[in-house]
């Protein structure tokens, strides 16, 4: 079974522009949550998706927003960059939604000049 | 979620026992413990998790002591592929946790040849 797979793996972008990353999760996998990793702050919950809809939300500036597809795949959608926004997103899928493991992907790297 | 507490890094040799410890004195008795490692330039991968009765896997092994203040992650068999990030987290309910996953700083552990 494929593994969670995660485009792009690298971006770069510039200040005030905006960016969609997409994750397809493990097949069968209803649930997709994705993470930001820095190496200040670790690796933060943004929110999860399960059949279409964010169920959870972290502590996270409205400027990042995601959704879910009926295929279960999800993007996130960060608005506006800034230079803080610079960072390794990661996207996790499990079975059910808060499910007790969960199968994270290889991560996108965001570089924002 | 509870705190856990876990040294910033360990060390060990190649082919030895790895004794990963992590505190987490607030635990609630409906939290599960669960272990995840982080290998360089990866995502987080899923190890193990537990409730109250010491688990073992093909990966790993968990101890959790009687009064589930403290536990254990055993590596029988230390490889140098195991060098990693490993983060003790703890969940309430198997499927609980309305903010995903709670990252702490992990345990940097470094196998030596």
């Known amino acids: 079974k494929a593994g969670v797979t995660q485009t792009p793996r690298y971006l770069i972008k510039t200040r005030g522009q905006q960016v969609t990353l997409s994750c397809s999760p493990i097949s069968g996998h209803r649930s997709v949550s994705w993470y930001q990793q820095t190496p200040g702050q670790g690796l933060q919950f943004l929110f999860e998706y399960f059949s279409e809809t964010q169920r959870n939300k972290g502590n996270f500036p409205g400027r990042f927003s995601g959704r879910q597809f009926s295929n279960s795949r999800s993007e996130m959608n960060v608005s506006t960059l800034e230079l803080g926004d610079s960072a390794l997103y990661l996207c996790?899928?499990?079975?059910?939604?808060?499910?007790?493991?969960?199968?994270f992907g290889p991560g996108t790297r965001l570089t924002v000049l | 979620d509870a705190k856990t507490t876990q040294p910033n890094s360990m060390e060990s040799n190649e082919e030895e026992p790895v004794h990963l410890p992590c505190n987490h004195s607030t635990i609630s008795g409906t939290d599960y413990i669960h272990w995840y490692r982080q290998l360089p330039s990866q995502g987080p991968e899923y190890v193990i998790h537990?409730?109250?009765s010491n688990v073992n896997n093909r990966m790993a092994s968990l101890a959790i002591a009687e009064d589930r203040k403290s536990s254990t992650l055993i590596l029988h068999r230390a490889t140098l592929r195991d060098a990693a990030v490993y983060y003790c987290?703890?969940?309430?309910?198997?499927?609980?946790?309305?903010?995903?996953?709670?990252f702490g700083k992990g345990t940097h552990l470094i196998i030596q040849p």
């Open positions: 996790a899928s499990s079975l059910e939604i808060g499910g007790d493991t969960q199968y």
């Open positions: 537990g409730l109250t």
């Open positions: 987290i703890l969940r309430d309910y198997p499927g609980g946790g309305a903010d995903g996953l709670t």
